[in-house]
């Protein structure tokens, strides 16, 4: 059963750092994308950082410049370097793989870990 387990997650004032860190079950060259989605309180799950197989990222607008996806394989996990944080990007975030297998994709989510950005 392929497992996805977050960190990093906590308390920090406008303008600080967090490094999220999802550990992952499965190595990390089985799979197509990875990437990290945010959902804030009373909104919808939305992407913040995608990394694809042979080398596409792409990043919500609203992170730009501000977060950095990246991953080891060696270690089997993902990154989520987010600098200058903001009261907006704080909510649960959520790490997740997918694998392409037989002409489907098979999704992978971990249960979040909580960003709070606040003075």
């Known amino acids: 059963q392929v497992q996805l387990v977050e960190s990093g997650g906590g308390s920090v004032q406008p303008g600080g750092s967090l490094r999220l860190s999802c550990s992952v079950s499965i190595s990390m060259h089985s799979l197509n994308a990875m990437a990290w989605y945010r959902q804030a309180p009373g909104k919808e799950r939305e992407l913040v950082a995608r990394f694809i197989s042979g080398g596409s990222t792409n990043y919500a607008d609203s992170v730009k410049g501000r977060f950095t996806i990246s991953s080891d394989n060696a270690k089997n996990r993902v990154y989520l370097q987010m600098n200058s944080l903001k009261a907006d990007d704080t909510g649960v975030y959520y790490c997740?793989?997918?694998?392409?297998?037989?002409?489907?994709?098979?999704?992978?989510w971990g249960k979040g870990t909580l960003v709070t950005v606040s003075s």
């Open positions: 997740y793989i997918d694998q392409l297998y037989m002409g489907s994709t098979m999704d992978y």
